[in-house]
């Protein structure tokens, strides 16, 4: 079965820390492009942070540049997020994502794969 188990969520306060991770199963993550995504009440999903699958280009959003970082860890495979110094305009739903799209032969047949994990909680108040 395929999965991605989010967690590490929960209620900060302004300036606090958390580490999201995501686990991975049913499928091997070291071969995917890997992200995550955000959504506050009210509003759109929106991407906060995404790698490749060689983790050698990543993507950041301006709101959260220098505060947090992607990584995982292909022996667990698992995905993380460190969030630092948060704010409370990082309150949301934070979702995990894996995607491959990439030639597998010479004839240019496709994976074409997408999975998402169900989403962890994180509220930045005092």
């Known amino acids: 079965q395929v999965q991605l188990v989010e967690s590490g969520g929960g209620l900060v306060q302004p300036g606090g820390s958390l580490r999201l991770s995501c686990a991975a199963s049913g499928f091997t993550l070291r071969y995917y492009a890997i992200g995550w995504f955000r959504q506050a009440p009210g509003k759109g999903r929106e991407g906060v942070s995404c790698?490749?699958?060689?983790?050698?280009?990543?993507y950041y959003a301006d709101s959260v540049k220098g505060r947090f970082t992607i990584s995982r860890d292909n022996a667990k495979n698992t995905v993380y997020l460190q969030m630092n110094t948060l704010k409370p305009g990082d309150t949301a739903v934070y979702y995990c994502?894996?995607?491959?799209?990439?030639?597998?032969?010479?004839?240019?047949?496709?994976?074409?794969?997408?999975?998402w994990g169900q989403g962890t909680q994180v509220t930045v108040s005092s």
């Open positions: 790698s490749g699958s060689s983790d050698s280009i990543t």
């Open positions: 994502n894996a995607k491959i799209s990439r030639v597998v032969n010479v004839e240019g047949a496709r994976i074409e794969r997408e999975y």
